[in-house]
């Protein structure tokens, strides 16, 4: 049996990445956070883009009742994961049939978090031992995803990538312009839908890095920032992908050498690498601006003698 070193920082990077990698939690939960970031990436972007930033807050929410109702259970054939992806489905089919567009879904949504909150108070009060996992839930443990989580992960990550890609010009088109996809005839209320399960199942697994109450970190910081960086769909998806799964990387590496949780430090790359993005288009948009206004003052007309 190899004995793993110390885990005192080093100035040496690559050191403390080969310390980490001894590590088999650390392995599963560099495998798994990846995997996240990415469907959560690619996933944000549409949910950005739709403006429906709180669906993925509302997911997670909603989620929280599925797996509070699972650790009541305490059953070893329906673990917590499978009752926050059971109660994050079953909300976003909630959701799509009570709001069939996406702009005008502010109302059905809350009034389904406020119905499921009042559930997951209610399974957390019926259960007399100390619920850890729930505490899990709400502020996500991705160090102590299991080699079976991962796994698990993997599939509901290629899952979701296929369908997105299979749904990536309809669903692009109707978030663009709601109206006009639908005067066009496209099946507005299958593509709205089917988005919502997709949603419901990528914040199931964020959850597991971020938690309930952080999961705008990687859902829709990235994606938040990736509109700032390029109008094309593909460079933002690809800007918002790489934003989530730097943010998981950095974050793990980081935690690992410090006593403070590994939610906190994703959340606070992702706002940090947010602030820099608007700063810098800022900047680049005023230059132009400034140079523009120097050459379009018209030069005073000569009297003539």
């Not at 939960?29 to 883009?49: K, N, R």
């Amino acid at each position: 049996m190899t004995l793993c070193p110390t885990t005192a920082f080093s100035p040496n990077v690559l050191s403390d990445l080969q310390n980490i990698s001894c590590y088999e939690f650390m392995r599963t939960a560099y495998e798994a956070g990846t995997m996240i970031a990415i469907i959560a990436g690619i996933t944000g972007y549409f949910v950005v883009l739709r403006r429906s930033a709180f669906v993925a807050h509302a997911f997670s929410e909603i989620g929280f009742a599925g797996a509070s109702g699972a650790i009541l259970l305490d059953s070893a054939y329906f673990p917590p994961i499978a009752g926050l992806l059971l109660g994050s489905i079953l909300g976003g089919l909630a959701i799509a049939v009570l709001g069939r567009r996406a702009a005008n879904r502010d109302t059905q949504i809350g009034i389904i978090l406020a119905f499921a909150l009042g559930l997951g108070l209610l399974f957390i009060s019926l259960y007399k031992a100390f619920a850890t996992a729930a505490i899990s839930i709400l502020f996500g443990e991705i160090v102590g995803i299991s080699p079976g989580e991962v796994t698990l992960t993997f599939e509901a990550s290629a899952l979701i990538i296929v369908v997105m890609a299979f749904l990536y010009r309809p669903l692009l088109f109707a978030s663009l312009d709601e109206d006009v996809a639908e005067a066009k005839g496209m099946p507005m209320v299958f593509l709205g839908t089917a988005f919502m399960l997709v949603v419901a199942v990528a914040v199931s697994f964020a959850v597991q890095v971020t938690g309930v109450l952080l999961i705008f970190s990687l859902m829709v910081t990235p994606a938040a920032a990736a509109q700032y960086v390029s109008r094309r769909p593909s460079r933002s998806i690809a800007f918002s992908v790489a934003v989530a799964v730097v943010a998981t990387w950095v974050g793990l590496f980081v935690a690992f050498y410090t006593p403070y949780p590994v939610s906190f430090f994703i959340t606070a790359i992702n706002f940090s690498l947010y602030i820099a993005v608007r700063l810098v288009r800022r900047g680049l948009k005023a230059k132009p601006i400034e140079r523009a206004s120097v050459k379009q003052v018209p030069r005073a007309p000569t009297v003539p003698t």
